[in-house]
């Protein structure tokens, strides 16, 4: 059977979690040449993610450098990712999601014909501003894919609605489904001291659009929501980037039963995500993840890309203010009929198989 080359392309932590299920599931069909390509948009982040699923790049571009402009990473990528298709010469490329690697990983793919494979495809917020630069990202890497795997019928009536031709529209699922299975079955340590006798509030902050007061007023909140429940303890994996690390330390340091540690590896922050009580993030992950573990997600945001989880019940949109984030945090951990409303176990994002679609649907396209 002859066999085609497939390009998978990562930046980010997030990117490698939902394409490694998808790279593995790949190198076990006879018909298909697997070229990981890592531009190393975020260097630690996604080098650990990568480990733990034992897959090991065969090309690192390396472009993480200190306090990096979006323009400069853009550059680099361009140059960067352009060189490797000159060298690879491959007959796909596959990218997931909405970050600056997938935007220019599709414009190079249209420079060169060719075909772009767009995993996760179809999310959208329907603001250019919010989040940034991810919904522009997302929409140029969805003009120029030649197939969209959209995770939920949502995101394929959305690309419908685009002028999308219907025939290049998968809906598989999320993969990032995929992944957690089977990561959560491996039940790895936390490795972090946390009492078992109290309720563990989990958070992560990280998006552009709040840094500075929206920042400062989760802050805030979280400490009042630690101060006024005596059995309650938060967790906050706080993100490298100093606008996070500026708030988190300077407003939260110091208290017994705030832990702010640093970056958790997948792993241990799956395990954290079992451990808690209830999760408050403006991450689009955890959005799709939390449910499926049974656990509430409030979402630090005016507006998500994800509204399945929102529908279903399982997931509040939340907003950066003070008095919303208390008022609704507060609420869940007083009320266990509230409680028990939103902790269904329910994935509106997949059932885990995504990644057997994604390769069914390569195959039926391309061989």
Same mark, same amino acid.
């Not at 450098?65 to 010469?89: F, H, K």
């Not at 990280?206 to 989760?218: K, L, Q, T, V």
């Given at each position: 059977?002859?066999?085609?080359?497939?390009?998978?392309?990562?930046?980010?932590?997030?990117?490698?979690? #939902?394409?490694?299920?998808?790279?593995?599931?790949?190198?076990?069909?006879?018909?298909?040449?697997?070229?990981?390509?890592?531009?190393?948009?975020?260097?630690?982040?996604?080098?650990?993610?990568?480990?733990?699923?034992?897959?090991?790049?065969?090309?690192?571009?390396?472009?993480?450098?200190?306090?990096?402009?979006?323009?400069?990473?853009?550059?680099?990528?361009?140059?960067?990712?352009?060189?490797?298709?000159?060298?690879?010469?491959?007959?796909?490329?596959?990218?997931?999601?909405?970050?600056?690697?997938?935007?220019?990983?599709?414009?190079?793919?249209?420079?060169?014909?060719?075909?772009?494979?767009?995993?996760?495809? &179809?999310?959208?917020?329907?603001?250019?501003?919010?989040?940034?630069?991810?919904?522009?990202?997302?929409?140029?890497?969805?003009?120029?894919?030649?197939?969209?795997?959209?995770?939920?019928?949502?995101?394929?009536?959305?690309?419908?609605?685009?002028?999308?031709?219907?025939?290049?529209?998968?809906?598989?699922?999320?993969?990032?489904?995929?992944?957690?299975?089977?990561?959560?079955?491996?039940?790895?340590?936390?490795?972090?001291?946390?009492?078992?006798?109290?309720?563990?509030?989990?958070?992560?902050?990280?998006?552009?659009?709040?840094?500075?007061?929206?920042?400062?007023?989760?802050?805030?909140?979280?400490?009042?929501?630690?101060?006024?429940?005596?059995?309650?303890?938060?967790?906050?994996?706080?993100?490298?980037?100093?606008?996070?690390?500026?708030?988190?330390?300077?407003?939260?340091?110091?208290?017994?039963?705030?832990?702010?540690?640093?970056?958790?590896?997948?792993?241990?922050?799956?395990?954290?995500? #079992?451990?808690?009580?209830?999760?408050?993030?403006?991450?689009?992950?955890?959005?799709?993840?939390?449910?499926?573990?049974? #656990?509430?997600?409030?979402?630090?945001?005016?507006?998500?890309?994800?509204?399945?989880?929102?529908?279903?019940?399982?997931?509040?949109?939340? &907003?950066?203010?003070?008095?919303?984030?208390?008022?609704?945090?507060?609420?869940?951990?007083?009320?266990?009929?509230?409680?028990?409303?939103?902790? #269904?176990?329910?994935?509106?994002?997949?059932?885990?198989?995504?990644?057997?679609?994604?390769?069914?649907?390569?195959?039926?396209?391309?061989?």
């Amino acid at each position: 059977m002859a066999q085609i080359t497939i390009a998978c392309i990562i930046g980010t932590r997030p990117e490698g979690i #939902k394409m490694a299920p998808v790279i593995l599931a790949l190198r076990r069909q006879p018909w298909a040449r697997v070229v990981v390509v890592l531009t190393a948009q975020h260097r630690e982040l996604a080098d650990e993610v990568l480990a733990l699923f034992d897959i090991e790049p065969d090309h690192d571009l390396n472009l993480m450098q200190p306090n990096q402009t979006l323009a400069a990473l853009t550059a680099r990528a361009v140059t960067g990712l352009d060189g490797v298709m000159e060298t690879l010469r491959p007959d796909l490329v596959m990218a997931q999601g909405d970050t600056t690697t997938v935007m220019v990983s599709a414009l190079v793919c249209f420079y060169r014909r060719i075909p772009f494979l767009h995993v996760e495809a &179809g999310l959208r917020s329907h603001d250019l501003q919010s989040p940034f630069p991810e919904e522009f990202n997302r929409v140029v890497a969805g003009r120029l894919a030649h197939l969209h795997f959209a995770p939920t019928e949502t995101a394929r009536r959305q690309l419908l609605s685009e002028g999308v031709a219907d025939d290049t529209v998968v809906m598989t699922g999320n993969t990032v489904i995929d992944a957690l299975h089977q990561v959560a079955a491996m039940d790895l340590p936390l490795n972090h001291a946390l009492d078992p006798a109290r309720r563990l509030i989990l958070v992560t902050v990280h998006r552009r659009e709040n840094f500075g007061e929206p920042i400062d007023n989760i802050c805030r909140a979280f400490l009042h929501l630690v101060d006024a429940n005596p059995d309650v303890e938060l967790m906050w994996p706080v993100h490298p980037n100093p606008n996070v690390t500026r708030a988190a330390y300077g407003l939260l340091s110091g208290h017994s039963r705030i832990h702010l540690v640093p970056p958790l590896r997948y792993s241990a922050f799956v395990t954290a995500m #079992k451990r808690a009580t209830l999760i408050l993030s403006d991450s689009g992950g955890v959005q799709e993840e939390a449910p499926a573990l049974a #656990k509430p997600v409030l979402v630090l945001r005016r507006e998500t890309e994800r509204p399945d989880a929102i529908d279903a019940g399982v997931a509040r949109l939340i &907003g950066t203010e003070y008095d919303a984030i208390v008022r609704e945090a507060q609420s869940l951990l007083d009320d266990p009929d509230l409680y028990r409303s939103m902790a #269904k176990g329910l994935s509106p994002y997949g059932d885990g198989r995504a990644s057997g679609r994604i390769v069914d649907a390569i195959r039926s396209r391309y061989l």
